[in-house]
């Protein structure tokens, strides 16, 4: 079983800058993917950015330059640092993690999410 907990959300006026964790655990043997999401209120859920198996990273369009992807594999964490942020980034964010677990079964883990609002 895989469990993710995330940190760092909070109140920040446009502008600013947070950063958000996702401590990962339990008994994990390979990552395909590892990433960011996140859903406005009365939104669906979209990508935000995400590693691939290969470390590649990929960010939506409108973070690219403000936000960065980045983990420390001995933490077994992943960060995302959000600068310059804007009301619009407003949302629930969620870290996800695909891959399997030693037994073989693939898993699809959620953070619990964690709220983000940007004043104007």
């Known amino acids: 079983q895989v469990q993710l907990v995330e940190s760092g959300g909070g109140l920040v006026q446009a502008g600013g800058s947070l950063r958000l964790s996702c401590a990962a655990s339990g008994s994990i043997r390979s990552i395909v993917a590892m990433g960011w999401y996140r859903q406005a209120p009365g939104k669906q859920r979209e990508f935000v950015a995400t590693?691939?198996?290969?470390?590649?990273?990929n960010y939506q369009d409108s973070v690219k330059g403000r936000f960065t992807i980045s983990r420390d594999n001995a933490k077994n964490t992943m960060y995302l640092q959000m600068n310059s942020l804007k009301p619009e980034d407003t949302a629930v964010y969620y870290c996800?993690?695909?891959?399997?677990?030693?037994?073989?079964?693939?898993?699809?883990?959620w953070g619990q999410g964690t709220l983000v609002t940007v004043s104007s």
């Open positions: 590693f691939t198996s290969s470390s590649r990273t």
């Open positions: 996800n993690y695909r891959g399997s677990i030693w037994s073989g079964v693939d898993f699809n883990a």
